[in-house]
């Protein structure tokens, strides 16, 4: 069980960082008051019953308000301590002096205060309305929770926020005719207060104090009123290098030599998936071996009958398509032998999750936590369950899907991508690609359950390819500090125009037992995390469709610049309202000044749709406008000052080629290439939308060959434009 700390040690903690505390004295079992000073006759106290795991005094009938007298506290400490010890460990009884504190006007005061540890993002102060009503604040009135990670956020950030909140406002003074608590200068000094503590919690091994109330007394001074706490059974951050010393980014992306074990005879074998897949790689056969016992070469490849042969002929990575017994046993000889593979790719489940029986997953890891410890030749493991992985410039698939189930098509247009994903989960990587046909992807790869390389080392390899510029995450699971690394990342690689696209998967917030406090009642994991990763600039996203089209989005504009002013023309009166409702709520729609307007009035005219349409932003050019209609339009608002300019596309109009789109020289595809030419020539940036069904995929098609991003509906597009205007993207 984890170490409880109660009030009194709160205290100490608070008073060694020069944080004041409430005037105190504690008096352990049977002890009598006699000759103490901290306290006259009369004066207001309050007795506190302290107990180990103790966490709600007043739930247990350990908190009185009193009068003070020796002979009084004295008598309740012993009946406390009668009572409690029948289901706690006594600890002592805490005498504090109630303190008058200052109040404005029928305003909630008291703030709640948390430091807690969170094992992806590190040490985190946490602050909101407090009191008994704490975790109504939250969840009835809406009051959200400040958090601050310490390692991300300064005081200076912290007091700003505060400033905008509703505690800070009442607080510092930022609601009419009320001139506040304290002043802004006392608020900084405590925040800085509070991070030295958190340094302090870290070093110590603390998992978290909390403090509620924490209230202003009437001559200023900023008072914690009480307070828990509880110590880790977890290690700090884990301060791993990001990638193991022996591996770099080329081998993971651009690996020269592969060996597979677990191909058998059974065709439909995982290991025959794979060993097939292989086959059709630009690695050339020599560089591929095969490792079976029975030695056994097939189609043409080299095998091997263990993995010794290994050491005299090292390869880049090794595929493990084998139970987990033996995936094991395989890596512990590849280090007895100290070599023979850098990258270990582990296929099957079984090893560090539920299904794990045998510890194969803990075996595992002390053994390469050991071993690097030492410095000694370690291995890199990408997995388990990792479904494999996709190397547009290599051609190379390790998925065990067969091509007949999952087509994957390599190319120019996928070997020069600027675009890579990665994925804990397999399924959802694969139906991504599957349903995504048109996405060019460079790099794709499946790290499972990472028992050792993790999600942020992966995007590292890829950003430090100079050609990516977008790499999606998909994670269902943060390892121990890896928020923070995504941030280092961020902080790194945004900067020179690259961007990251993550969903997470599992937001629900757990809540945190009794022990735990407040904290987790009033804000789960999951929005500490999009706080954090979204004030670094990364763009978290909420759902599967945002997660492609801001792929897509930033695929084809990775030079992003904030968009301030939108135009639309479109065919379609729905489309068109949409529109405007969208961007006019967001204040994005273009403004016509008076020689746009002239400019769009004599399009209306040379194209023949006078009385039918009216210059306007959003512009409805109605069915009755053809591919010409539109460039006109289109080629109107260009001029301006607009920076994107939104094309909607109804294709079922027999004014539009839409169908039969065969040849490369189609009126759709001139139509698509002189789109582009237009934005390319004014330098904005164009999307296009085409809501209709799978008949017309080939239409869309043409526009995303000429790097126009497309989107199924206006919907699609405008709730991926939410993230671009809500993040530093």
Known sequence: MKKFIHETEVYRILKEHNIDVVKHLAIKSKKKLTGQTTFIEGTKVVVKGIAENLWHKSDEGALHFETFSAALVEQIASQMEERLQKKYSWIETLICEKMAFAKKDGLPVELFLSIKKDSGCGYVVNMSLGGIYTEMWSKEVGVPLLMWPVKTTTPIEALQEFRQHLAGKIWLGGIRQNSGLIKEEAMLAFLEKLWSVATYLEKNKIEFIEVNPVAVSEDGKILPLDGVGQYCEIEGLDSKEWLPENVNASTILSPKKVAIAGVSKKKESFGNKIFTNLLKSKIAKENIKIIRPDGESMEGVECYMDISSLLQHPVDALILALPAPLITKTIMDLCVQDGGAQVVYIVAGGIGDGADHGSFGLQLRELLNSRRAKGMWTPAIIGPNSLGVVLSPLSLNTLFISQKKLPIVFGEAASSSNIGIISQSGAFFITRLSNESDLQIKYGMCVGNQLDLSIS???????????????????????????????????????????????????????????????????????????????????????????????????????????????????????????????????????????????????????????????????????????????????????????????????????????????????????????????????????????????YDDYRQIFIRNGIPTFRSTQEFYSALTHLLDNKF
């Open 457 to 695: 080392q992966m995007a590292k390899a890829m950003l430090s390819d100079s050609a990516i510029d977008v790499v999606g995450l998909y994670i269902e699971g943060f390892k121990d500090g890896e928020v923070l690394r995504l941030v280092e990342l961020a902080l790194e690689y945004l900067p020179i125009g690259k961007h990251l696209i993550l969903y997470k998967a599992g937001r629900s917030a757990d809540g945190m037992k009794a022990a735990a406090g407040h904290t987790g009642a009033m804000a789960g994991d999951y929005d500490l995390q999009k706080a954090v990763l979204t004030r670094a600039g990364i763009c978290v996203v909420e759902s599967f469709a945002d997660f492609i089209n801001m792929i897509k989005f930033a695929g084809a504009y990775p030079d992003q610049k904030k968009i301030y002013s939108v135009a639309v023309v479109t065919s379609a009166g729905y489309e068109s309202v949409a529109s405007a409702d969208a961007l006019g709520d967001k204040k994005l729609l273009f403004k016509l000044d008076n020689v746009t307007m002239d400019r769009l009035a004599a399009s209306v005219a040379a194209c023949g749709l006078e009385g039918l349409v009216s210059p306007a932003n959003p512009i409805d050019v109605t069915p009755m406008a053809d591919e010409k209609a539109y460039l006109a339009f289109i080629e109107d608002f260009a001029q301006t000052k607009v920076d994107l300019i939104v094309v909607g596309a109804v294709p079922l109009t027999d004014r539009l080629e839409t169908l039969d789109l065969m040849v490369q020289n189609s009126k759709a595809s001139e139509f698509a290439r002189s789109i582009r030419a237009i934005v390319e020539k004014y330098n904005k940036k164009v999307v296009a939308i085409v809501d209709s069904g799978r008949l």
